[in-house]
């Protein structure tokens, strides 16, 4: 799967893909991730990739002009195409405006072959980019990023790993929180059995395998039910 990243500051992406599983799904070419600058797209002597509202109002919106040469100059499927399916590609503008990515999000892109994020600016991005460039709009959270840079790098990290062959055991990403059952994780423990005085439960050190089962499956329940009852209402479990 190729990743691109358009953004306006590339050297940012220089720590947070380098390292742990992304930074070995790359090295055994799982995944690949390019960056390309916004401002190599750009015709003026400034490299002006940003400009005051219409409207007039607080800071400064990015320009559609530079973000659709560059997208168009990666040749990919026509919008039209991407959005019926045709095509295993996806256009993906990050902002705080966009649909929430989840889980299934994560699933639904890791079925793609090719994904071109486009990383905003907490100001604003020329709304012809959502209309009519990107095929959707998706944030992280509701909250303000200053852009969304770290967004794509979580969108590649949760993607990358539900790659066939990313993780090493192909079910690992099935027993995790917001699997199948759509619980959290259940809660894990290692060694020492005991640490200043808190015990491990007894059932996980006993080896029956069953009860252990139960227990994990209790015990993600419960958490759920405090940590964030409103999955439990499409809990499948
Ligand atoms: N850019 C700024 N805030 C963001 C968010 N919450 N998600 C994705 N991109 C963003």
């Not at 991730?33 to 109002?57: C, E, Q, Y």
């Not at 966009?98 to 999000?105: K, L, S």
């Amino acid at each position: 799967m190729k990743f691109e990243i358009v953004t306006i500051f590339p050297d940012f992406f220089r720590g947070p893909l380098d390292y742990g599983i992304v930074r070995r799904a790359r090295e055994a070419a799982f995944i690949e991730i390019l960056i390309h600058d916004l401002r190599a797209f750009t015709t003026d002597r400034h490299k002006t990739v940003d400009d005051r509202p219409f409207g007039g109002g607080e800071g400064m919106v990015l320009k559609p002009e530079p973000l659709f040469e560059c997208v168009e100059s990666l040749q990919l499927a026509s919008r039209k195409r991407r959005m019926a399916g045709e095509a295993k590609e996806a256009v993906v503008l990050l902002s705080p405006q966009g649909q929430m990515f989840t889980q299934a999000v994560a699933e639904e892109m890791a079925g793609l072959e090719r994904i071109v994020m486009i990383c905003g600016r907490y100001e604003g991005v020329d709304e012809r980019v959502a209309e009519s460039l990107a095929d959707r709009e998706i944030s992280i959270g509701d909250y303000v990023l200053s852009g969304g840079e770290l967004a794509a790098a979580i969108v590649v990290d949760a993607v990358a790993r539900l790659q066939a062959g990313v993780l090493g055991n192909e079910t690992s990403s099935v027993d995790e929180s917001f699997g199948e059952a759509g619980l959290l994780d259940w809660p894990q423990y290692t060694r020492p059995a005991e640490f200043r005085g808190w015990k491990v439960p007894e059932v996980l050190i006993g080896g029956n395998h069953e009860e252990v089962r139960k227990w994990r499956r209790n015990a993600a329940r419960e958490k759920t039910q405090r940590q964030r009852p409103d999955l439990l209402e499409g809990s499948r479990k």
